[in-house]
């Protein structure tokens, strides 16, 4: 299979969906058929807060929102180092809102990128969640709402990739093959 989403002067890639998406699967088998890769995960960087961590969700808010942005911030960071190496970063984020894509574009600029939403649809999303290892799971009833503002904020950017009826390595195929030409935002 032809590489085609490396180039010369790699792309970020940032892929984005619900919980349960295929997010991290996804990401993890697009970074394994690209020649120089790394994946960067939200939830893997959130990780690395030993004491004080509050998640996206939680309370206090303001807390919650420093916490999102510090995430998005280094992401960016080590994207951004990896791009200058010559490495594509994959970035693996759940992005509710187009003030946080904007922060993330911004941050990325003046590198391309390409933008992946995972969009299986509700039902997809719930049930991959359920057969998930227990400590992947993530514990979310605001499907309907969270879909509902992504699209309002930021349907017509980027792909929009239904992957109900695909595997992840048919979507990781896709992706290689056709982000470059169907998910650039910058």
């Known amino acids: 299979m032809p590489v085609v989403i490396a180039a010369a002067d790699p ?7 619900m919980p349960g998406a295929g997010k991290s699967t996804v990401t993890r088998l697009v970074a394994e058929r690209l020649p120089r890769s790394a994946r960067l995960a939200g939830d893997e960087l959130n990780r690395m807060i030993v004491n004080g961590f509050v998640w996206a969700l939680g309370e206090p808010a303001d807390e919650a929102a420093r ?7 280094n992401l960016c960071a080590l994207a951004t180092n990896f791009a200058d190496a010559g490495f594509t970063p994959l970035i693996d984020a759940i992005i509710p809102s187009r003030d946080q894509l904007d922060f993330l574009l911004d941050l990325l600029a003046p590198r391309t990128v390409l933008l992946v939403v995972l969009s299986p649809g509700i039902e997809a999303c719930r049930y991959r969640n359920t057969i998930r290892d227990p400590q992947e799971r993530f514990d979310f009833d605001g499907y309907e709402a ?15 990739f239904d992957t109900a009826a695909l595997t992840p390595d048919q979507t990781a195929d896709r992706l290689v093959e056709e982000a470059h030409r169907r998910a650039v935002v910058t």
């Open 11 to 17: 792309s970020c890639l940032i892929v984005t969906g």
């Open 67 to 73: 916490q999102v942005e510090l995430c998005h911030r």
């Open 146 to 160: 969270l879909e509902a503002d992504m699209k309002r904020a930021f349907g017509e950017a980027g792909w929009w």
